[in-house]
């Protein structure tokens, strides 16, 4: 049974960093490509970007490139988000997800969701 | 900003058929294969549709999608209770190099 079993959440001052972790069970890290995508409060899923585990080659969506950085740890089966120069519009809930490969991205299982707070 | 444009909600009683357009481009839809997403309030997004119109192991036959050109369609037919939820449409975007979702549409079931 697959599980991506994300960190807790996170309250933060704006301008702080935040590194949020994915810890994959239950299948090997390396055979998927992980995601992550955000979600506002109220507001609908938004992709932030790609990391092959394999290497750790990573593609970030153009919104989040200088702010954000992927990491993968194949020894933990871990995978890490940090996103730096946090505003108050980054409070969200932030989510892992897998894909078998990079196109078509069908995310197929889910992490259970990170709360980010930025708040002064 | 999302990409690929959704209708905000769309409702139905228990047993009837509703249907969620999601318009795109040629970049997104018209070049990759489009998958919908279903998001229980307060829980993580699930896989609904890959691959224009295949379901996952587990997702009800009631589920069906195609598409055409730069759109697609999500429908849900014998709507029920259960079906209450958020639901996302979503596909690689060659030219932004990336994942795009839809807007959402919001399912009531009245």
């Known amino acids: 049974q697959v599980q991506l079993v994300q960190s807790g959440a996170e309250v933060m001052t704006p301008g702080a960093s935040v590194k949020l972790s994915c810890q994959a069970s239950?299948?090997?890290?390396?055979?998927?490509?992980m995601h992550w995508v955000r979600q506002a409060p109220g507001q609908g899923l938004e992709w932030m970007g790609i990391?092959?585990?394999?290497?750790?080659?990573?593609s970030y969506a153009h919104k989040f490139q200088g702010r954000v950085t992927m990491t993968t740890d194949t020894s933990t089966s871990t995978v890490s988000l940090e996103l730096s120069s946090l505003r108050s519009d980054d409070t969200a809930v932030y989510y892992c997800?897998?894909?078998?490969?990079?196109?078509?991205?069908?995310?197929?299982?889910w992490g259970q969701g990170t709360l980010v707070t930025v708040s002064s | 900003q999302s990409v690929l444009t959704q209708p905000p909600s769309a409702s139905g009683t228990p047993g009837q058929r509703v249907t969620i357009t999601c318009s795109g481009s040629?970049?997104?839809?018209?070049?990759?294969?489009v998958q919908w997403y279903q998001q229980v309030p307060g829980t993580a997004p699930q896989l609904l549709i890959y691959?224009?119109?295949r379901r996952p192991s587990g997702v009800p036959d009631r589920f069906s999608a195609s598409k055409s050109g730069t759109s697609a369609s999500l429908a849900i037919g014998g709507l029920q209770s259960e079906d209450e939820a958020d639901y996302y449409c979503?596909?690689?975007?060659?030219?932004?190099?990336?994942?795009?979702f839809g807007t959402g549409t919001k399912v009531t079931v009245l």
């Open positions: 990391i092959n585990p394999i290497g750790g080659s990573t």
């Open positions: 997800a897998r894909s078998i490969v990079i196109v078509p991205s069908e995310l197929d299982h």
């Open positions: 691959g224009d119109n």
């Open positions: 979503a596909a690689w975007d060659d030219r932004l190099n990336g994942q795009v």
């Open positions: 239950g299948s090997t890290l390396s055979t998927y490509y």
């Open positions: 040629r970049s997104n839809i018209g070049t990759t294969s």
